[in-house]
């Protein structure tokens, strides 16, 4: 891992279901964990191990590249 400069994922942070309405709290569920929940991409030095970026956080429906591509923007994908 020489060449890695940082390793990024999102980390799922579970929630209660939102009160409100329906449309409110399908903002904060994620299909893909089948809960309710909020998400921040981190981005960690592999060399050191320690936490070099992290992003605002994000409701459980935000797909994980969107979030990368707001918080990582010099890397074109």
């Known amino acids: 891992m020489r060449d890695v400069g940082v390793v990024v994922d999102c980390t799922v942070l579970p929630i209660n279901r ?3 309405s329906l ?3 399908t903002k904060f ?3 893909k964990h089948h809960i309710y929940c909020v998400k921040a991409e981190v ?3 592999p060399r050191t191990g320690t936490a070099s ?3 605002s ?3 459980g429906s935000t797909h994980d590249f969107s979030i990368f ?3 990582f ?3 074109k994908a």
């Open 57 to 59: 956080i994000h409701t």
């Open 73 to 75: 923007p010099q890397f």
């Open 69 to 71: 591509k707001e918080h």
């Open 23 to 25: 449309q409110f709290g």
């Open 18 to 20: 939102p009160a409100g």
């Open 43 to 45: 981005g960690v030095n």
């Open 53 to 55: 970026t992290v992003s």
């Open 29 to 31: 569920y994620s299909g």
